[in-house]
């Protein structure tokens, strides 16, 4: 018992200090590659998606202009976690404050889903981030882009 109370206690211990750490290269002129040394040590560890994957979607939502990267580090290490838990993250993301970013990446998750049903479920969600009254002006731009191209296929 007293194991699995140490493994919680660790990873709860990870999401504060991946934000402290993210929070440390933000205002970095070279956030690109110091996100890119961040991910390179994340990855030597297991994936965490109870706590990684929120503190990222949170850093994003906090710094909407941030340039992550042509998609970037940040982004690959996100879209890792691949699965209900980060389309459950990434649409609490987009509700709460959406940006360019989770715009981004909730279009390259539409763009890799096959079921019908599930995929127009997510369209639907990229409308109301469309409509979201915290959203970027840019990232609106980019967001009627989507949609124009998703509404062409």
């Known amino acids: 018992m007293k194991k699995k109370t140490k493994a919680v206690a660790k990873r709860k211990k990870k999401a504060p200090d991946l934000r402290a750490r993210l929070e440390a290269i933000a205002g970095s002129e070279d956030f ?5 040394d961040l991910v390179v040590e994340l990855e030597k560890a297991p994936l965490d998606d109870a706590t990684q994957l929120p503190a990222v979607l949170v850093f994003m939502e906090e710094h909407p ?29 987009l509700e709460r404050r959406p940006t360019f970013i989770t715009t981004m990446l909730l279009n390259r998750l539409i763009n890799g889903t096959k079921g019908a049903k599930k995929r127009e ?21 980019h967001v009627r882009e989507y949609l124009e191209r998703l509404a062409s296929l």
């Not at 690109?32 to 890119?36: A, G, V």
């Not at 290490?77 to 980060?86: H, I, L, M, W």
């Open 32 to 36: 690109e590659n110091d996100s890119l």
């Open 65 to 93: 202009d941030v340039d992550y990267g042509g998609p970037g580090a940040l982004v690959h290490f996100v879209e890792q976690f691949n699965g209900p838990s980060y389309e459950a993250a990434l649409l609490a993301s």
């Open 121 to 141: 479920l997510l369209i639907d969600a990229m409308r109301t981030a469309g409509s979201h009254r915290r959203l970027p002006a840019d990232a609106a731009d």
